[in-house]
């Protein structure tokens, strides 16, 4: 019996974009995996910026949700004032898009910049990619390849160096300005440098990883092609074991998944007419459970890094732990049964997922949300 877990980074793409993906069957796919509570992305349409469009998902939530959620606010060249005014109790988090990725909510006005990381007190999640990197190696390889560009490309042009610069201004200014700062989605061993060891409580910069930069490295896009294309980029094994290193070592401190549903016909689309972004909320537990089944992690790790610590990063009261007066968000796993992934079983509204033909080691029999 585990904590139900905390995924702190998902995009269930409601409202706007329901043709992908909705609350009710994302939120459904997320329970069958053990996932009690979602932190909600807010590049959706319209994008999630100013109070009344917080409510209006809110509401969304309430009629569709079968698990616990809350949202975090996108931040934008022009939404400063507004975005400072909002009380920080109706919401998980900023989001701040430091690279141009679905919807394009990039911030890139160095003043905004410096008033964002001044003046607030609430946790800033980031997305860290530097667009004149990824501007210049997108030109590059376009001029290479054409319009037959493999998908491999992908790790090139949203690069380390790309992935590097952007963290690094980012933690800067979160160093300057005492902000509580938190990496979203960690996937270049460059990166850790910028990172300290410890508990989530003793540090005021943080960081996550997502399921598919643990599970996935660049030699699977021979295989999974536009599949594992998401944004940062799926990068080397070297990158990918030094990720899973440095959140065994305390370096990363929370595992979340990026869930970011497409249609599979807009992955199937040549290199540069696709788009980025994966379905994994279903097994992103079974996935943890995985590498800890073959020695790469404790099952203690993978439960403070998937359900304590997101609990205590974003103030998640009563939950994330089992205890005597918390709310009852449980996951029953059997380490004796196994589950295949295939079409049949995939409760995503897109219908398909990168572990399909996966035989994970273990079961989830039961999830409990409040107690249900």
């Given amino acids: 019996l585990l904590p139900g877990v905390i995924d702190t980074h998902v995009h269930f793409r ?39 469009l917080l409510d209006d998902k809110k509401q969304i939530a309430t009629q569709k949700s079968v698990v616990n959620y809350g949202f975090m606010l996108g931040a934008t060249n022009d939404n400063i004032d507004e975005l400072l005014a909002i009380d920080k109790a109706e919401y998980a988090a900023i989001k701040l898009f430091l690279g141009s990725s679905t919807g394009n909510m990039l911030v890139n006005n160095d003043a905004v910049l410096d008033r964002l990381f001044a003046e607030t007190s609430k946790l800033i999640v980031a997305h860290c990619e530097d667009e004149d990197t990824i501007v210049a190696n997108t030109q590059r390889y376009k001029d290479m390849y054409g319009d037959n560009a493999p998908a491999s490309v992908h790790a090139m042009i ?9 963290s690094k201004k980012a933690v800067e200014l979160a160093r300057k300005f005492n902000t509580r700062f938190h990496l979203a989605h960690l996937s270049t061993g460059k990166e850790l440098e910028l990172l300290s060891i410890g508990g989530v409580e003793s540090k005021n910069i943080t960081a996550e990883v997502s399921t598919n930069h643990l599970w996935f490295a660049a030699e699977d896009y021979a295989t999974q092609g536009n599949k594992i294309r998401c944004n940062p980029s799926i990068k080397s094994a070297t990158d990918r074991d030094a990720l899973l290193q440095a959140l065994k070592e305390g370096r990363i401190d929370t595992v979340a998944t990026d869930h970011a549903p497409h249609l599979i016909e807009e992955k199937e689309r040549p290199y540069f007419q696709s788009v980025s972004g994966m379905p994994s909320i279903q097994h992103s537990l079974l996935t943890m459970l995985e590498l800890s089944r073959q020695g790469k992690i404790s099952l203690e790790a993978v439960v403070e890094k998937m359900s304590h610590n997101p609990a205590i990063l974003f103030g998640i009261e009563g939950r994330g732990f089992i205890r005597k007066g918390y709310h009852a968000d449980f996951v029953l796993v059997n380490p004796s049964e196994t589950t295949a992934v295939d079409k049949p079983s995939l409760l995503y509204k897109c219908g398909w997922s990168p572990m399909e033909g996966y035989v994970f080691a273990n079961k989830i029999v039961k999830t409990f949300v409040n107690g249900k």
Avoid at 158 to 166: F, G, I, L, W
Wanted: net charge negative; glycine share 6%.
């Fill in 158 to 166: 949203r690069d380390v160096e790309a992935c590097y610069r952007s």
């Fill in 14 to 52: 409601d409202p706007g974009l329901t043709h992908k993906a909705d609350f009710a069957t994302e939120s459904a796919a997320a329970v069958v995996g053990g996932v009690t509570s979602v932190v909600d992305m807010p590049n959706t349409k319209p994008q999630t910026t100013t109070r009344q």
